[in-house]
């Protein structure tokens, strides 16, 4: 077929344009931030930002300990905090003006980091009550951010590295500024689900690095589910081998401790959960004897239910393991989970039915549940630890120490169920509106947004028992291939809500921060996906 010379010359000129127009240079200017406040994420409590700026030499510049610190070169978290935030501000770039002389009439030579308490926190964990305030006061000749402890030096580190920007020639500038800052609530958590699919290191790693861009402080590890069991026990250690997915999809104490050492080190919390009694085929493979056998009729179906809660060794067993999970695990609470237990099993096993009939007429399935978990309540307080449970252990009627806190899950009627919570005085932890695994299309950060944790009807008192919330993805269709960008920056709404004022609402001011926060994390290493369409400056500046 021969086709007609108009037609090849139409087809030869399209195909030079779109070549052409590929090595044009694209003068579109990407979506800068319209914000006053720059793009600083989360907002700040206060913040004033000069016009006047200042600016960076990355030869010159160092992030140095202040005088009168209480911490000093000995302080390791901060040593390596200085290192790395230094490598965020500089690191990306070609320093195309590295050896050249300051452009500007005035230059910032250092950061000083003060920690004004006499204990610096240096050598500890991070936990509920963690003072992570800070003021941060930038002018020439030296910037300088106090802080009562080493927790508030790591989030005002974060804010410095992000009032730094670099100019079209690769010159870095900050603008004189002064900031006041301390989060609204004390819990501000990213659950991952490592049973589901098997989550490697580097991608906990890299979702760490990502949770101390947004302020948040605690890693809430659903390690193992019915699907596997990658946690290794050392005392248990037929669990893992016998229910992870393979001898490759295990996480060994050495990688559990390296996780929380990284997380330490961000001033970030390594919540575990072990949930019981459902969600535990997967504890069966190695510890069969646990479950429930379920029975079709009068015999046995050979399928297994929920852990058995009748037997004795059944709280032997895990008296042994929450054990060592308490040893393993330095934070002061451990997740007991609790959730979405099915009873026909117990209902189909004959032991079961004549344990619940022996307790009398008034006895529930849903009592027997209550029984298990005041068991295990009591196994957490005798190694002087405390629980956190889902909400539908409160709802069942656990008799739950004071000290407890309820994460409220359940998307319905939340707010009633905070306000239920906390009337009797227990604290609580909010995810239901936070469930990132649920994906629509378009922008719904917003709706994560738009979130007001405190709306439940109550009194103040009860309001103060709301220890913040949790942003969380579920594992069925999340693995290291998509764990990072499906969280970010989705999950950065829901830090600025958990950190900022109540009254930082205005979604047009948090978009245009958003955009720049989600283009910085790219710099950073951190794959989250785009807000809307557009591009970012460094794609621009460095292709």
């Not at 090595?23 to 409590?45: D, I, K, N, Y």
């Not at 936070?434 to 922008?443: E, N, R």
């Amino acid at each position: 077929m021969v086709l007609p010379e108009a037609f090849v010359q139409l087809l030869w000129l399209s195909t030079a344009l779109a070549a052409s127009s590929l090595r044009q240079p694209r003068h579109a200017e990407p979506p800068r931030s319209t914000s006053p406040f720059g793009p600083v994420w989360p907002l700040p409590r206060s913040i004033d930002i000069s016009p006047n700026r200042l600016q960076l030499a990355p030869k010159r510049f160092q992030i140095v300990h202040g005088p009168g610190s209480s911490a000093g070169p000995h302080c390791s978290l901060l040593q390596d905090a200085f290192r790395r935030y230094y490598e965020y501000i500089f690191g990306y770039s070609k320093w195309q003006n590295h050896d050249k002389k300051s452009l500007a009439d005035t230059e910032l030579a250092a950061l000083q980091v003060i920690i004004t308490s006499e204990e610096s926190d240096c050598d500890k964990y991070p936990d509920i009550s963690s003072d992570e305030a800070y003021q941060l006061s930038v002018g020439e000749p030296v910037a300088v951010l106090k802080a009562g402890k080493v927790w508030g030096a790591l989030r005002g580190l974060e804010t410095f590295s992000q009032l730094v920007y670099e100019d079209d020639y690769g010159s870095f500038f900050i603008n004189a500024s002064d900031i006041t800052d301390f989060p609204r609530f004390a819990h501000r958590g990213i659950l991952i689900d490592s049973s589901r699919h098997f989550l490697p290191l580097k991608s906990i790693l890299t979702n760490l690095d990502a949770m101390a861009f947004n302020k948040f402080n605690v890693l809430h590890w659903h390690i193992v589910d019915d699907q596997s069991f990658p946690y290794q026990s050392i005392t248990f250690p037929e669990l893992s081998a016998q229910g992870s997915y393979s001898y490759n999809h295990i996480y060994t104490p050495t990688d559990v401790r390296l996780v929380i050492e990284y997380a330490r080190l961000r001033g970030i919390r390594v919540l575990p959960e072990f949930d019981t009694p459902g969600h535990t085929q997967a504890w069966g493979k190695g510890h069969r004897n646990i479950l429930t056998p379920c029975y079709s009729g009068e015999r046995p179906s050979g399928s297994y239910g929920p852990v058995n809660p009748i037997l004795n060794s059944t709280y032997d067993f895990m008296a042994k393991l929450f054990k060592e999970i308490s040893t393993v695990f330095p934070d002061e609470y451990i997740h007991l989970g609790g959730d979405e237990v099915d009873f026909s099993c117990w209902k189909s096993n004959p032991d079961v039915k004549a344990f619940v009939r022996k307790q009398g007429i008034w006895y529930s399935y849903a009592k027997l549940e209550s029984y298990y978990i005041d068991k295990m309540l009591d196994i957490v307080s005798s190694i002087n630890k405390k629980s956190i449970v889902w909400q539908e252990v409160f709802d069942n009627g656990a008799e739950l120490p004071a000290d407890s806190v309820v994460e409220v899950w359940m998307g319905n009627f939340y707010e009633e169920e905070l306000r239920q919570v906390t009337k009797e005085g227990l604290s609580a932890i909010l995810a239901a509106p936070w469930y990132l695994d649920y994906i629509s299309y378009g922008q719904d950060w917003m709706k994560y947004y738009k979130v007001e944790p405190l709306s439940f009807i109550g009194c103040e008192s009860q309001k103060s028992l709301v220890l913040g919330g949790e942003a969380c993805l579920w594992g069925e269709f999340v693995d290291a291939t998509n764990l990072i960008p499906r969280l970010w920056p989705r999950a950065s709404a829901v830090g600025e809500r958990l950190w900022s004022s109540k009254n930082v609402t205005d979604l047009e001011d948090a978009y245009s921060r958003l955009v720049e926060h989600r283009c910085r994390m790219l710099r950073r290493g951190i794959a989250a996906q785009p807000l809307y369409v557009g591009f970012c400056q460094h794609e621009v500046r460095n292709p």
